[in-house]
């Protein structure tokens, strides 16, 4: 199993590059294939030594080789993480199923989310279309949930009921959180969708009076939600079964 976790902390390693790349450039609608990466300071064209991910950050101790300004950990932090999470999903699911794949795809989905909100505050539509996509098609003709239509309902209800919320608060929360739910709907369906909408309340209030108490946050101000919701998806991912444990199913 070893080889196989070393594969999974490569692959890990090269998607976090990747996912740190979309997340950058989509929601400000620059290509990502034939536009070549650059120094967001001297705006030099980075060459194949700079694109290892977390090895060429380290070799020049977190500086652009060409300006020398300090380059955001944002880079290095997504990398690990990104490595780190598909080891452990990987050895979750282990051996390799469809279920591990939607798992993977989802993780992808909440990491390059995640990126886009906090730098951005945007999630951009052809994201969501994109995993919805794979999702719809996976449900329907390859690993179906038990009953088949559970995925549906969780992503209908769950826009229904949050886009409600959305009008009647004002913009307690954003649009792009609501078609975020319902993307996460069709991955996991009804009733682990309701425990990640459960899990990100709860980690996205104790994260808001934290930055309220701290100052970062002031009364009233938005802030970014998707990183909470893609914690709770984590969880579930990962740990899911043995919350439910505690609370069996009707």
């Keep these: 199993m070893l080889p196989e976790v070393m594969v999974m902390l490569m692959l ?3 998607f976090g590059s990747f996912f ?8 400000i609608g620059k290509p990502i294939a034939w536009s ?15 694109l290892f991910p977390v090895v060429s950050f380290l070799s020049t101790l977190g500086r652009c080789r060409y300006c020398t300004v300090h380059i955001s950990p944002q880079y290095f932090i997504v990398e690990i993480a990104t490595a780190f999470l598909f080891v452990l999903v990987y050895v979750r699911f282990y051996p390799l199923s469809t279920e591990m794949v939607i798992a993977l795809l ?20 052809v994201i969501l279309l ?22 549906f ?7 229904v009921i949050l886009y409600c919320v959305l009008l009647l608060s004002g913009g307690g929360i954003g649009g792009g959180d609501v078609k975020f739910f319902a993307v996460l709907g069709l991955a996991f369906g009804l009733w682990d969708l309701l425990l990640v ?23 009233g101000q938005a802030f970014p ?26």
């Design 12 to 14: 890990g390693l090269i």
């Design 20 to 27: 740190q790349v979309v997340g950058v450039r989509v929601p």
């Design 36 to 50: 070549r990466s650059e120094c967001p300071n001297c705006h030099a064209t980075l060459q194949a030594r700079d």
């Design 106 to 125: 989802v993780l992808s989905l909440v990491i390059i989310v995640t990126i886009t909100d906090l730098r951005y505050m945007r999630i951009p539509n």
């Design 130 to 151: 994109l995993f919805a996509t794979l999702f719809v098609f996976i449900r329907l003709f390859i690993d179906p949930l038990d009953p088949w239509w559970s995925s």
């Design 153 to 159: 309902l969780a992503a209908s209800t769950s826009f």
């Design 197 to 219: 909408f459960f899990l990100s309340t709860l980690f996205g209030t104790v994260i808001g009076l934290l930055a309220l108490v701290s100052g970062r946050l002031k009364t």
């Design 225 to 250: 939600f998707a990183p909470s919701i893609a914690l709770a998806v984590v969880i579930v991912l990962l740990f899911g079964n043995t919350v439910w444990s505690w609370y069996p199913l009707p």
